[in-house]
């Protein structure tokens, strides 16, 4: 009997985990795999679940004849609340790592992802005695963090199963259901999530003489640090620096001692992140120094994600592939997003070739009238919106359609 993807899809939905912890999600999906028939085991990076179905059987350890092929699909969800008003909308709260109490939702469409993947695995099984080879197959924990798949590397990965030969994977994203978007080079930009604290000196809110505000001090730098993408950088190239979060002082009679900003930082290469570094240390240092601190800003590198690199060769494969099965006019180059992902580890440290690609979950009517009126951006909601659920049909179709085309194409 056939999975039900649908259901698959809003069980997953209506249940989404933030980031290693995502137990459920890799509980349903290893159940799924080890049910059709692959070497499963979970625990890998915290949750991570990895799949191995080798084809034609050689027995647990050995590589069936024919290239490794690694496709991988995130699960994890965010804090976030729903607002979708779908009848299968999440409700569902967690704790965030400062021990807060969050709303979750899914608002990157990984339930899609994991959906998509388990019903390609499926149609694969099932037409096993047409292609040869190993199919290893990770569904991989807190790509939102950005550290699920140096987590997964870390627990030792290329150690203890096939190496791959390519890297496959795919996100859904608010194109018109149907349209595929890739392209060779770069496919997503490299990012930074820095931390900066700015120090003051606190006191009471009616002697502000006796202090050196913090407030000001960070207001007047996140000011300032917008002008390096507007005013430093090429206005032909791609750079984005983004204040996410700033926080200062308990109450409104009290200046604070410090304040705490939160920066994403954006890039298509090495060159432009050593500029954009230097910029944001160089423009917080002057502001602080300009407030009168007495101590030096910190600055705490969260997290760093490599450029999304496809290889050429590969994508060019793959390009004619789903070209050939989902027809002329469906395949598209999307430009470079500058959005970042964490996939680009695993093909780095297997120094194989990588081929990541997106597929429009937008119901192809609405997206066509939004495109008419003008109003994509006020109407279509993206990635991270409170508003974003991919419709289900044919987005789950296209997304296993379009894994087993990838897969297919690398398989003897």
């Not at 059987?57 to 969800?77: E, F, I, K, L, N």
């Not at 608002?107 to 047409?130: F, K, P, Y």
Request: contains cysteine; hydrophobic residues 45%; negative net charge.
């Amino acid at each position: 009997m056939s999975i039900d993807l649908e259901a698959l899809y809003t069980d997953l939905h209506q249940h989404p985990e933030l980031s290693f912890q995502e137990t459920r999600t890799a509980g349903i999906a290893a159940g799924h795999l080890r049910d059709l028939g692959l070497e499963v085991e979970e625990g890998v990076g915290i949750t991570g679940v990895v799949g191995v179905f080798r084809n034609p059987s050689t027995g647990s350890g050995r590589r069936a004849d024919g290239p490794v092929v690694w496709a991988r699909a995130d699960m994890d969800a965010l804090p976030v609340e729903e607002l979708t008003g779908l009848p299968y909308a999440s409700t569902a709260t967690g704790i965030d790592p400062a021990g807060h109490a969050v709303p979750i939702m899914h608002a990157c469409g990984h339930d899609m992802h994991v959906t998509a993947m388990i019903g390609a695995v499926e149609r694969l099984v099932a037409e096993r005695d047409s292609w040869s080879g190993t199919l290893v197959v990770l569904i991989q924990p807190a790509e939102e963090y950005g550290a699920g798949s140096r987590a997964m590397l870390d627990a030792g990965l290329l150690e203890r199963y096939p190496k791959p030969d390519i890297v496959l994977g795919q996100h859904v994203t608010p194109l018109p259901a149907g349209i595929i978007g890739v392209r060779p080079g770069p496919q997503m930009a490299a990012a930074d999530g820095i931390r900066v604290t700015m120090h003051g000196r606190g006191g009471h809110g009616s002697r502000p003489h006796t202090t050196i505000d913090p407030v000001v001090m960070a207001a007047a730098t996140v000011m300032r640090l917008q002008t390096i993408a507007s005013r430093e950088l090429d206005p032909q190239g791609v750079g984005v620096v983004t204040v996410g979060s700033i926080h200062a002082g308990t109450k409104s009679n009290i200046i604070a001692a410090d304040a705490t900003l939160e920066l994403s930082l954006r890039y298509p290469d090495d060159e432009t992140r050593e500029k954009v570094m230097a910029s944001v240390k160089r423009i917080v240092r002057a502001e602080a120094t300009a407030s009168g601190a007495e101590v030096e800003p910190e600055f705490h590198t969260e997290h760093t994600l490599p450029p999304t690199i496809n290889d050429a060769d590969a994508t060019a494969r793959v390009t004619a592939a789903l070209t050939r099965v989902l027809g002329e006019g469906t395949v598209i180059d999307p430009g470079m997003f500058t959005g970042s992902e964490d996939v680009s580890w695993f093909a780095r440290d297997a120094g194989a070739p990588l081929v990541f690609w997106f597929w429009g979950g937008v119901d192809a009517a609405t997206y066509a009238a939004a495109e008419a009126a003008g109003t994509l951006a006020a109407s279509i909601p993206t990635n991270h919106s409170a508003y974003f659920a991919p419709v289900p049909h044919p987005t789950i179709e296209v997304g296993v359609t379009a894994m087993v085309t990838a897969v297919r194409e690398f398989m003897a």
